[in-house]
């Protein structure tokens, strides 16, 4: 148990669906972050948030679409994807140091969200 | 931008061994964070171990050690008395200051062998 959960475990949508992946975290946090795992590839940094406010985007299609409504809750809203956006969607929260500017950074993942577009 | 080399895809030990994963990164700052994580099969992103960069002293947590260069941009992870349970993907790993750009790298699979 990390602290950070993700719901949805699993999710199977069709490429005409809207549906939203949940991340929360009650670990005093201040940034979030979405990650898209695929078979075979690195990790890919989709998006960003630090203090509620996004500070990457990466280039994401924008059938992805974030929401950070508070420091604890961080969305990724998904629209009329397409096959290729199966994956294991990952969602982490870090916290800088709070022992001085670099102490004791922490950062650690929910268990994922594996996406099936059907 | 910041990027995460891992050279090694695969590697493998026997029980009790020692093994040594390398990995090398990319950046023009001077303060940041770096980490290891694995990730076994069950698809959980487990942090094993993290060093600030502007500490001298490699980090070290029970069997997973560091060896962090800064000048070389190096950061490689020694795992002692590896055992069945560390069988894993591991993942290398750099963090910006406050968290704005948060990288990794392609990932070194680690079996270790009975």
């Known amino acids: 148990e990390t602290g950070v959960t993700q719901t949805p475990r699993h999710l199977v949508m069709g490429m005409t669906n809207k549906k939203s992946l949940k991340c929360e975290q009650h670990?005093?946090?201040?940034?979030m972050y979405w990650y898209k795992q695929s078979a075979k590839k690195p990790l890919e940094l989709m998006f960003v948030?630090?203090?509620?406010?996004?500070?990457e985007n990466n280039s994401v299609p924008s059938r992805f679409s974030p929401e950070c409504p508070n420091s604890s809750h961080l969305f990724l809203h998904l629209h009329t994807l397409q096959p290729e956006d199966s994956a294991l969607y990952l969602c982490?929260?870090?916290?800088?140091?709070?022992?001085?500017?670099?102490?004791?950074?922490?950062?650690?993942f929910g268990q994922g969200t594996r996406l099936t577009v059907v | 931008a910041q990027t995460v080399t891992q050279s090694q895809p695969e590697m493998s030990v026997q029980e009790a061994e020692t093994v040594t994963l390398s990995c090398t990164y990319d950046t023009s700052e001077s303060n940041y964070y770096l980490f290891w994580y694995k990730q076994p099969p069950s698809r959980q992103m487990i942090l094993v171990i993290r060093q600030e960069a502007y500490k001298q002293q490699n980090a070290t947590e029970n069997r997973f050690s560091v060896n962090f260069q800064k000048a070389a941009k190096s950061f490689s992870l020694k795992i002692s008395d590896s055992q069945l349970g560390d069988t894993a993907m591991y993942f290398c790993a750099f963090m910006s200051p406050r968290g704005q750009n948060f990288v990794f790298g392609p990932g070194t699979r680690l079996s270790v062998l009975p």
């Open positions: 948030y630090n203090f509620k406010e996004q500070t």
């Open positions: 670990l005093g946090h201040n940034a």
């Open positions: 982490a929260s870090s916290q800088e140091g709070r022992t001085g500017p670099f102490g004791n950074t922490e950062a650690f």
